[in-house]
């Protein structure tokens, strides 16, 4: 896999995480229960972002790119789970993506092999998704957005890579990683997306996770690899013997 040279330039990428229950969704007791966290992702010259995993109240999140002077032209899913794209979670409606592409006319970006899952939680149709493979890059102005296919926790969930950032998803937590007793869960893949895939991210990059199941919001590739217990085992035996 190769990743897109990224534009060398700080201050134009548009970079921002919002955690659900705190800074959005602040009247719906799930969200912050299941502390999700949502990114804007954009072009300050374009005035273009794209939202990743716009779940429990979108009207709100479109309205904060707009406070930022952003005009949200895309949106990325991490994964088919209604707690970042919203659906039926244990009988409890979420608003997601359906909701937010009635709001605003985009579509929604996702691997291919998570389109049935997305589209049987979602209700969304095929002409809303733009479907990828991994190394694929999504471009948001002029901000490169690589994403990486990490199976495992679903079968296409993904993860981006934007500048020294990296998005990801419940593949890879501060502390932990996404489960995979799940429906679509495979524990030798998460294993493989884990120490192979994510393997060519540096060190100095900073991982921002899917929800905040540690006291920071983020910490260095170099750091988690040192302190995430999911990086302990030395095969994908020992791995299937603690995680399988």
């Not at 904060?64 to 707690?83: N, Q, S």
């Amino acid at each position: 896999m190769t990743f897109v040279k990224q534009i060398d330039d700080s201050k134009r990428l548009y970079f921002r995480q919002l955690l659900s229950g705190r800074d959005f969704a602040c009247e719906q007791p799930i969200a912050e229960q299941m502390v999700n966290f949502v990114y804007l992702i954009g072009d300050r010259e374009t005035n273009e972002a794209i939202v990743v995993d716009p779940t429990y109240a979108p009207s709100e999140l479109l309205e904060i790119a707009r406070t930022d002077g952003m005009t949200l032209v895309g949106a990325l899913a991490t994964h088919w789970h209604p707690d970042h794209i919203g659906g039926d979670l244990f009988g409890n409606p979420l608003e997601g993506i359906r909701e937010l592409l009635e709001l605003q006319g985009l579509r929604v970006h996702i691997q291919r092999e998570e389109a049935p899952w997305v589209k049987r939680m979602t209700g969304v149709s095929d002409s809303d998704l733009v479907l990828h493979s991994g190394g694929d890059v999504v471009q948001v102005g002029e901000i490169p957005i690589t994403l990486l296919h990490t199976p495992g926790h679903t079968p296409g969930s993904q993860c981006f890579l934007v500048q020294d950032r990296l998005v990801a998803g419940d593949t890879l937590f501060l502390q932990g990683c996404g489960r995979t007793d799940l429906p679509g869960g495979d524990p030798s893949a998460l294993y493989r997306s884990l120490t192979q895939v994510l393997a060519k991210v540096p060190d100095s990059a900073i991982l921002f996770p899917g929800h905040q199941y540690a006291p920071q919001s983020s910490a260095s590739m170099l750091d988690t690899r040192k302190t995430n217990y999911v990086f302990k085992p030395k095969s994908e035996r020992e791995w299937l013997a603690m995680f399988g």
